[in-house]
């Protein structure tokens, strides 16, 4: 049976980069029946590649840097991360990027990226990230269903 996690990492105690694990919390209350793990991983490299390690298949959720509007969401896959060589599209997770570069041949997964507005010292997401938060919650979970579905896995 296909193990498939999704991983929010981030810093709540810097603003919108906590959007990862905000959405993670809130996906976990929303969807109690399905097969699919919610996970918590903040800033924990070890603690995020083990659990990575032991899924068949992973979706990370977190803030990234790229241009778009605040609250789009961009999506890439774990294999290609490396594409984006300067990876300073996360301000925080440089390491764990380059360690997925580095098991990209093993790792099945995509990286969903929410553009923040404001990373700072605050906890808590910012109100502008607040005022989109139905719609960001909308996309994003329907992004991961399809992510799911393209890979032909299950979802009960």
Request: negative net charge; hydrophobic residues 40%; contains cysteine.
């Amino acid at each position: 049976m296909e193990r498939i996690i999704v991983l929010g990492i981030g810093n709540q105690l810097m603003m919108d980069d906590g959007i990862g694990i905000s959405l993670v919390e809130e996906l976990e209350k929303l969807d109690q029946t399905s097969n699919i793990h919610y996970l918590i991983g903040e800033s924990d490299i070890d603690y995020c590649i083990g659990k990575i390690e032991e899924a068949t298949f992973t979706i990370i959720l977190d803030a990234v840097c790229s241009g778009k509007e605040t609250g789009e969401i961009s999506i890439y896959s774990l294999a290609n991360l490396h594409e984006h060589q300067t990876l300073d599209i996360s301000p925080h997770n440089l390491h764990l990027f380059q360690v997925l570069y580095q098991q990209r041949e093993t790792i099945k997964g995509f990286l969903i990226g929410v553009e923040p507005y404001e990373i700072s010292f605050h906890i808590g997401i910012s109100q502008t990230l607040n005022e989109k938060w139905d719609q960001i919650l909308f996309e994003v979970k329907k992004t991961i269903v399809q992510l799911i579905m393209k890979e032909n896995m299950y979802i009960d």
